[in-house]
């Protein structure tokens, strides 16, 4: 069964950067879309970003333009590159499977904190 483990997350002033990766247990991650997914405390869990297996991208609004999303097969990771970062950024960050994310796949999550 697939598990997730996600890094890189930390503190960060507005407009910096930060790149987040999500490893994979198991070397599949290039079989299935993978995505990124933020929770604000108090919100719900959304996605923010997404890659198919064929390497198509796609991005929520906000986000566009900031935000990229790519994947290292021979690593079974994939990663978040976040620029210009905004204190509406600030969340936890998972990854798993889009559309349908498998409930027992969730990881731990990195924090992405975005302060003055």
């Known amino acids: 069964q697939v598990q997730f483990v996600e890094s890189g997350g930390g503190l960060v002033q507005p407009g910096g950067s930060l790149r987040l990766s999500c490893t994979a247990s198991?070397?599949?991650?290039?079989?299935?879309?993978t995505g990124w997914y933020r929770q604000a405390p108090g919100k719900q869990r959304e996605l923010v970003a997404r890659?198919?297996?064929?390497?198509?991208?796609n991005y929520i609004d906000s986000v566009k333009g900031r935000f990229t999303i790519s994947r290292d097969n021979a690593k079974n990771t994939v990663y978040l590159q976040m620029n210009s970062l905004k204190p509406e950024d600030t969340a936890a960050y998972y990854c798993?499977?889009?559309?349908?994310?498998?409930?027992?796949?969730w990881g731990q999550g990195t924090q992405v904190t975005v302060s003055s």
């Open positions: 798993n499977k889009y559309p349908r994310p498998v409930t027992w796949a």
């Open positions: 198991e070397s599949i991650i290039s079989t299935f879309t």
């Open positions: 890659i198919g297996s064929g390497g198509s991208t």
